[in-house]
């Protein structure tokens, strides 16, 4: 997982009907939720398609991701049931403190020994959702070797403020994720804009050519209409190339 990832597509990890699109899907990485996704209902069936998930995302040839839950007793049964061979990336939420990213990276590491799976195969992207994690981003970007990359979660973010996630409200903690991003070499995910209400698709092509222009590198999407957006944003024209050069 070296290359730059430049599309995340969030898929509820027990919807058959949604993963068998995102399959079909042009994503670089596809993300089964066991978080918001899923509802507490079907925690326990999601876990338990997992593996079988891994093998047919790894057939179409994309990074295998799983969102888990950031309460500590759902946290730990969705370790044990994910870190297992297949498994490249875990999405981390509401994560606040560096010791939180290194407890979990700590237990990874025993889950993936346990497995025979390659030490520090796994890699951890780090999703900030609330005011309190801001004082400590530098930390938490750095916090270990495993994480890859960092986001802003604007909906739950706005929540924890009690506002809107509009322009004025999340610009200047998307600054403060991708400054500290870039200082711990880790990529800087995301957009200035609510996940959840993205519009068009040529208006959402605005936003990223925008998020790229700040510094960002690969988005997190929710619907699959804006995949190739993304990776259109994210791909370097003929014409930049040769700038570059």
Do not use: W
Request: proline share 5%; net charge negative.
């Amino acid at each position: 997982m070296g290359a730059m990832l430049r599309s995340f597509l969030f898929v509820p990890a027990a919807d058959d009907r949604l993963f068998d699109s995102a399959c079909a899907r042009s994503s670089d990485a596809c993300i089964l939720d066991l978080e918001d996704g899923t509802h507490p209902s079907r925690k326990t069936a999601a876990r338990e398609v997992l593996q079988a998930r891994y093998q047919r995302l790894a057939n179409e040839g994309k990074t295998v991701a799983v969102r888990v839950n950031g309460d500590l007793l759902t946290l730990a049964q969705d370790l044990r049931a994910a870190v297992r061979p297949g498994l490249d990336l875990l999405v981390l939420p509401k994560v606040e403190h560096a010791r939180d990213v290194q407890l979990i990276a700590a237990a990874v590491s025993t889950l993936e020994s346990g497995h025979g799976m390659a030490p520090g195969h796994v890699r951890l992207l780090l999703q900030i959702e609330s005011a309190l994690a801001l004082p400590r981003l530098h930390d938490i970007a750095a916090a270990h070797p495993r994480v890859m990359g960092m986001m802003l979660g604007s909906e739950d973010f706005s929540l924890d403020l009690g506002g809107l996630p509009g322009e004025d409200l999340l610009l200047a903690p998307s600054l403060m994720v991708l400054h500290a991003a870039r200082a711990a070499g880790v990529q800087p995910i995301g957009f200035v804009a609510s996940i959840a209400a993205l519009g068009d698709v040529e208006g959402f092509r605005r936003v990223l050519e925008r998020a790229r222009s700040l510094g960002f590198r690969g988005a997190v999407i929710v619907h699959p209409k804006f995949i190739d957006a993304v990776n259109d944003c994210y791909t370097p024209s003929a014409a930049q190339l040769a700038d570059a050069q």
